[in-house]
């Protein structure tokens, strides 16, 4: 994962590298977008359209364009230990306080700082920087009404059967239950679709683990901006995409409220595993 295009290719270096999000596409468009992939890696690397290609049949192992790639000079701030350390113990600190919010206030917000949001998010590497994501963001009354309809029909199914016992055992404590009124409360929906393949056919890299990092980004961006949010997912999505009219090759991946939490909003109790639990250490002895 990386922003640079070869370095999703470093991952696996010995052969072809795995492709997990071959599943992710649907099966009738998998060839049409893996032949258009070949159309973008000769357009990023300046290749001349009009000279005759080996054909992939025949040749199964093209060697990549030996064209030098635009480089740039880094812009990096180095810090002194100092502000390493305030900085990390702040971040720990910052994110530490964000919580997933289910009660939102229906006040309006900047919506510019919503679209700053979307950009920071934006930022987030790619599998070779595709950039495989769309962010769809519904403000409107009525669509946001037939959203909570939509989803409130799925979390009935879900609630009312669907879900396994052990399943509903563990979201127990987050008092959760198929209403959803926040889909309407929150001034703002915004649903985060992963792109299959891009709009022309040409093909996506590891789409779920990109559109995973954006979102932790989108996250931690409303949190620094004084928003609330939570990971919604009802399940199955596929109604966002009709709703809002997303194409075939885009995914509802995740579906997140946006607005200030509500005056007398409460969170569960929640603990956080220790640092021990999440982290092994591999230094030399
Ligand atoms: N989608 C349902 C259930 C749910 C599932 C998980 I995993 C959660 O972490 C929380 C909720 C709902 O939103 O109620």
Redesign the pocket.
Known sequence: MSDEPDDVGTAHPPSRPPDPDTADADTADAGAADAGAADADAADAGVDHDAPRPRRASSPHIPPPTTAPAMSPLAFERLDVGEMRRRAQDLVQHLSSRRSVRAFSTEPIPLDVLDACIRAAATAPSGANKQPWTFCVVTDPALKRRIREAAEAE?RA??GGR?STS?LND?AH?G???N?PFLEEAPAIVVLFAQNRSPTGGKHYYISESVGIAAGFFIAALHRCGLATLT????PMAFLSEILGRPRHERAYLLLPVGYPARDCEVPVITRKPLDEVLIRYDAS
Do not use: G, I, R, V
Not at 232 to 235: A, R, V
């Open positions: 979390e879900f609630y879900a399943w979201l987050l959760t239950d198929a959803k919604h997912t009802p399940s």
